[in-house]
């Protein structure tokens, strides 16, 4: 997938993404693959992942094609829609490293939506 060599091809969604592990997927194209979480944290929960191997954020605006990074950002909005999430509003989280709690090293944006989501982060 990359020449990234911090990057853990048997991470769960490279998995995923290789068919190896199933997922309730929503939407794919060339760049982009969506699928429900599966603890869902809110009535509707997606995962948006690009198919390129990338750890996180950082490394995806650091060394995403801007093909890549262009199809990412449209597939988000066009999934927003797809899951009706755009009428009422959704809440867009990437988690980023250690301090975010990232638990799964490839990156991926959560759609959150389904219902008011309270603010923005647990106050703790
Ligand atoms: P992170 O903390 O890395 O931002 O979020 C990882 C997300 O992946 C979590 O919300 C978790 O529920 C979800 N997740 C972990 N393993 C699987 C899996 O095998 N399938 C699906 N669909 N989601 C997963």
Do not use: W
């Not at 020449?3 to 194209?29: H, T, V, W």
């Not at 954020?57 to 755009?86: C, M, P, R, W």
């Amino acid at each position: 997938m990359s020449n990234n060599m911090s990057y853990d091809p048997n991470n769960i969604f490279a998995k995923i993404l290789r068919g190896d592990i199933p997922c309730k997927k929503i939407f794919e194209n060339d760049h982009v693959l969506a699928f429900h979480d599966i603890h869902p944290q809110a009535p509707i929960h997606a995962l948006v992942i690009p198919k390129g191997a990338f750890v996180d954020y950082a490394d995806f605006a650091a060394n995403a094609s801007d093909v890549q990074s262009a199809a990412f950002t449209k597939a988000i909005g066009e999934i927003a829609k797809l899951l009706g999430a755009h009428e009422q509003g959704y809440r867009l989280i990437s988690n980023c490293g250690v301090n975010a709690h990232q638990e799964v090293p490839h990156y991926h944006v959560h759609i959150l939506a389904g219902r008011a989501l309270g603010p923005m982060l647990s106050g703790k």
